[in-house]
């Protein structure tokens, strides 16, 4: 993915830009003040806290910057594909939260059945179908193959 | 000939039947995710790193190194049969590769991206072979404080080259740099930003940073709901690929100035194969007696572009290898993939493990010509690939990335951290922050740390030792040079952005120039 231009002639910065660039400067503050409370030691000692101390202050000044460039165009929405987006959010989730507890196979399903909801134009059948075939291939792949630390199922 | 025998070596290693298996492996790979569109080579290669844990590392780098220059073959079949580009460097081979395909050439136009390719990765290895040695043991006098000034001018000029604010991906940079601070601190054993979480002990994982910012991003953001692509091609017959007396004479000095092109700027850092396709498009059309032609399918117009990806893949080896200096987020990933393999990137590289850097340059031989063979006689197989339907393929690509970020450490954590991120990358995709930069901060934040506490220390904590050194000094100047240019760039697109009229940014200008 390459970034995209920034200014879009003649579009106003939306909420979301400045949210974002807001988000940063307290990002950098927080990363700073942090940085400072575990020792920023001497130029010739530095402590664990001098790196932090500057990218913080680093990453504060630069969100600045960019509140202030927003002032003359960004982009106007943030334009994110909401579908997909809770779909593979909640996909991912789930199998985060199942694999230990259920085991690999049932998490596959899951994960595989929830995520191709992720396209407005699935079906019952073709998510099935897909979900049973990735189940059945990390088995095999990566349980029997790869012998990775996880059942298959519960128990 | 010192060289020459150590191209032996690299060759007796590259031919050993597992590097040769890996080889194959990872140029099929990546002409596999080159050629599928929404899937990129940067995710594969974090996909594989893993996988990659339990082998030699000369091979593991020839595995991960073939899937980067394989996509870059693979990714101009979707883009001339579909004028939908595998990857954003084959943006510039749909424009005439496609109307090819509309007027029945697909298969000639197939053949020509193939050979061009080839030529320019070879002749690109070539210089490769010639300039890296020469560049890293000029290298070798370094010490730490003009090590800090070389990283931070090529992370500087990585993140400011491209389109878009600057100071979005500065802020990118720190960023990463942010982001390669949490662990344990290993100087002083201090935990630094683990929110008392025992997974974030160890600091976050390059490979999870890379799935959720290229790979879970990616597929948000490819997820639409016309799934109607059917390559526009019928059958492509071999006699229908190869090129006539006439075209052949046509494509060699585009092939070459493309070559030229893409060995320069792939080397610089920042700029890489994308800026360099587009600038041979460019010179290519500028060249002709006859520009109208481009865009209607002019062959000179898919064979520079390619010529130029290919062969500014391979030179951004050089620095690469050479000082450990990366042109960008693939470059970096690599160089981050070679460390967590136990191997120190920089100019000691070469002569500590020469076998290795030559093995993995002799791969590039054997892979390219790997490549060859996937590419033309078993073109077929690829075409096919492009009817796989995209809501199976994705389904399955968050399956991988779930298993791939839990083989790092067994840490369900990390599933979620890729989540995170994945949203994230998406967010930063929308709002015009690149990626590439937050990726090569935090590769390098790491590095730059320590070369910068080192030098401090040899110099008892006195800044003169940036500039005590002639090296040091110019690289300074050069630092600054840059610094002064971007406040400048910055100054004026404000100035020229004040209500009436908003300044384009000079890339979108060039693109725009191309088309």
Redesign the interface.
Known sequence: MEPQENTEPGQRSGPWEYAVAAALFLLGLYVAFEGANVGVGTLRRMGPGFLPVAVGCGLALLALGILFELRSGGRPKLDAPVRPLVMVTLSLGTFAATVAPLGLVPATLLLAFIGAFAERAMTLRRAGLTAIGLAALGYVVFILGFKLPLDAFWG | MEMYADILIGFERALSFDALLFCFIGVTIGTFVGVLPGV?ALAAVSLCLP?TYYLDPTVAMIMLAGIFYGAQYGSSTASILLNVPGT?TAAVTALDGYPMTQQGRAGLALFVTTICSFVGGSIAIILMMGFTPLIARAALSFSSAEYFLIMAFGLFLASTI????Q?????MV??G??LG?VGT?L??G?S??TFGQVELYDGISLVTIAMGL?G??????S?V?D?SRKPATGKITFKSMLPSKAEWKVIVKPTLRGTAIGAVIGALPGSGA?IATFIAYAVEKRQSKTPERFGKGALEGIAAPEAANNSAVQSAFVPTLSLGIPGDALMAFLLGAMMIHGVVPGPRFLIDQPQMFWGLVASFWIGNVLLLILNIPLIGVWVRMLSIP???L???M??F???GV??IE?Q??D??L??IF??VG??M????????PLLLGFIL?PMM?EHF?RA??MS????SIFWERPISVVLLALLAGLLLLSARA?WK??RA??PS?????Q??SQTKDTQ
């Open positions: 990129g996988m954003v491209g389109s878009g604010s100071l979005k991906s500065l802020a720190a960023l740099l942010t601070l601190d100087n002083s201090v630094r930003f290229f879970v991003a990616e597929i948000l953001n997820i709901d799934t994308t995209y809501n199976i994705f389904p399955a968050l399956f990335i779930c298993i839990y083989s067994y369900v954590f599933i979620a890729v989540m994945g949203i998406l967010v995709n929308r709002l015009a922050y690149p990626a590439a934040g740390e506490k401090l220390l008892r904590g006195s800044f910055i697109s404000q952005a004040s009229s908003l300044s384009e940014p890339m979108q």
